[in-house]
């Protein structure tokens, strides 16, 4: 995908992950539109950018607003080429402990507001015979992990509903692409998180690496990217041999506990 000059639609902007990703579409020359919660944050995000940009503050869960919102991306960049959904939220728990909201409102933010959007652009996108839908997951999302069992949940569903529109887009001139980073130094990650990272020697990224990987990905045309090792051969693995898998975060469950339950 060439991004000079195309009309992007960033959620999540304000995030970690968000703000790098916007810094290295900027330099790429696209117009963007900049949606997240927390206006203030999208304001100072948006004048340290070098192109036009539009900031939408909303909250995801609400269904008006996510229409509202791409009717003002529509309206400011002529037409949407480019959705990129960055936005999510996790928790660290066990599951027995976690509060039904919590669980509700992780499945809504991670998952089912970003096909909402999708559902929004789609149709002019398909109208025009291009676009491209890049969709940022987790490496939870292949490897179901313990005491993130709602967060993984969304993201598996995530990348299964990637896999299945991007089959369903195939002659579309659509195309969507799945981004799976391992976990990343952002605020997402509660001090427990932190704590429980450093104690079990989790590899943990920058997300100006995660951006670079996530536009690499859009302008390859990339149907699936992961980033970072030895976690990208452990997904794949899990895959064929979820048992070995396992067997192996046996051993990270029982050091992770303490944390989890602190």
Do not use: W
């Not at 970072?228 to 990270?252: D, W």
């Amino acid at each position: 995908m060439k991004l000079d000059g195309a009309g992007v639609l960033l959620v999540g902007a304000n995030g970690g992950i968000g703000q790098a990703t916007a810094h290295v579409l900027a330099q790429s020359g696209v117009r963007l539109v900049l949606a997240g919660m927390g206006q203030e944050s999208l304001d100072a995000l948006a004048r340290e950018l070098p192109c036009p940009t539009l900031t939408v503050s909303l909250d995801l869960g609400d269904a008006e607003a996510r229409q509202a919102l791409v009717d003002r991306a529509t309206d400011f960049l002529g037409s949407i080429e480019l959705l990129v959904n960055v936005a999510g939220i996790l928790e660290f728990v066990p599951y027995e402990l976690q509060a039904p909201e919590a669980i509700e409102r992780t499945l809504q933010i991670n998952t089912i507001a970003p096909m909402l959007l999708i559902r929004a652009v789609l149709p002019a996108m398909i109208e025009a015979g291009r676009g491209r839908i890049a969709n940022v997951g987790s490496m939870f999302g292949s490897i179901g992990f313990p005491y993130f069992s709602a967060y993984s949940a969304s993201k598996f569903a995530l990348r299964g509903f990637c896999e299945a529109l991007r089959r369903e887009l195939a002659e579309t001139g659509v195309g969507v692409t799945y981004i799976s980073p391992r976990a990343t130094r952002t605020p997402i990650n509660t001090s427990k998180v932190m704590a429980m990272a450093e104690a079990t020697g989790m590899n943990m990224d920058l997300p100006e690496l995660v951006a670079k990987r996530i536009v690499e990905a859009i302008e390859a045309d990339r149907d699936e990217a992961y980033v970072g090792q030895p976690e990208s051969l452990f997904a794949r693995l899990n895959g064929l041999l979820p048992g070995v898998v396992g067997r192996f975060l046996g051993k990270q469950r029982r050091a992770m506990e303490p944390f989890a339950r602190a």
